[in-house]
């Protein structure tokens, strides 16, 4: 089998695997429950860690994110979301608010932009699904300065304000420059 | 996709999906989100758009307590086994506490009232830090609120994951005390995570407290020292 084929077909596996294990969780089975959470957990964490920027905060917003995936399992429905898109939806909701609740001031973030601003490593892009192939893509076709913004806004949970002031642009430039660029991706992506 | 997007709601999924909202616009959307099956459904294919960019986060292995809390908050081992028939009326005067109260300091009276608990219930040794749970369960069985505590850090956590109360409900939420009576924590927002420091009066009653329980009342009624609605679900505390 070609090397590129081989690989895409164990990450197919693993993704149906956890997909499925997803599904018997919501079904109450604990050791699937545990297998998704050795699965998944630190790319949660790594997810939640970059918005919250505080370990024992992500922490306590990854038990929460876990605790919402037992009970609403249920709801997951392999035919119209992968489990790591399911998954990260709800981390990334949990930590989002868990920073909007708190005081806007304390948020030095300067530390997580250098991940955010990196393009993929070139062997992690092996490790993509088609997906997220297809997104960076799109990406690709952005004014840079705008896909950077765009990934900043998705690791980091910020607002528009927040961007704003990040890049040094007035807060009705930036909300154009994002609404722009996911106008745009739909269009590339639905394309 | 041939039916005539509404572009103005599908960039409202597309902005909250991101994140970029404030808290604000954020809490406009997450009510959208629950009574607008349409927004719901937008929301749905922006994550699917945007949810790929999550490969990029770095593997980060969070520490091992946080499995063995999730455990703890999910088993059913906490579920509480049938309790006294109703909760007593608590015995002190003391005003209403509610989530802000809880978060600040104690107001004078109730400092005063604090001595007098240290003076009655002295010097038990102080315990090492722990991490209290309570899956508080509604009559159907099914979980409504999963409450957890760490003694050390005076962290009290509230996940809701049951569902939206009736229109004109609020659940609002009791402390039970080992004594029997009840006090009042406050109403529970179940479209949201809670997260609350606890001043030093109120952490010393939540680590001695059994479990709670959550009672439905009007919305907008002022709480008295006991529930005046029907209790809907109830919890006990178990160690971590």
Known sequence: MHPETER????????????????????????????????TSAKLFGLILRICNDRETAEDVLQEVYVTVWNKAEAFDPARASPITWLAAIARNRAIDRIRARKPAAQPLEAAAEVADAAPLADGALEQSDEKRRLEGCLDGLEPRHAAVIRIAFFEGRTYESLAEREGVPVGTMKSWIRRSLIRLRTCLEG | MSDPRDEARDLNAAEHVLGVEDADARAASQARLR????????????????????????AEAPGAHVWTRIEQATGDNVIAALPRPAAKPVASGKGVNFWRGWAMAASAVAAAALVGVF??????????????VAKVMGMDGKPDVVVSYTTGTKNLMLTPVGDMPPK?????????????????????????????????AMADEVAHAKGVMISLEEAGRQPGRKPSGPMVAKGMFSLV
Not at chain 1, 8 to 29: I, N, S
Not at chain 2, 36 to 53: K, S, Y
Not at chain 2, 178 to 190: F, Q
Request: hydrophobic letters at 45%.
């Open chain 1, 8 to 39: 895409r077909g164990t990450r197919d596996a693993a993704r149906a695997a956890l997909a499925g294990q997803l599904v018997l969780t919501g079904k109450g089975d604990r050791a699937a429950f545990r297998a998704v959470y050795q699965a």
């Open chain 2, 35 to 58: 009574n607008d099956p349409a927004f719901a459904a937008d929301v749905e294919a922006w994550e699917a758009r945007l949810g790929p960019l999550a490969e990029d986060a770095p």
């Open chain 2, 119 to 132: 003076m009655l219930t002295t010097p038990k040794m102080a315990p090492a830090p722990h991490h209290m």
């Open chain 2, 168 to 200: 004109g409900m609020t659940p609002r939420m009791w402390l039970m005390r080992k004594d029997g009576s009840v006090m009042l924590v406050g109403d529970v927002d179940m479209a949201h995570p809670e997260r609350k420091q606890l001043n030093p």
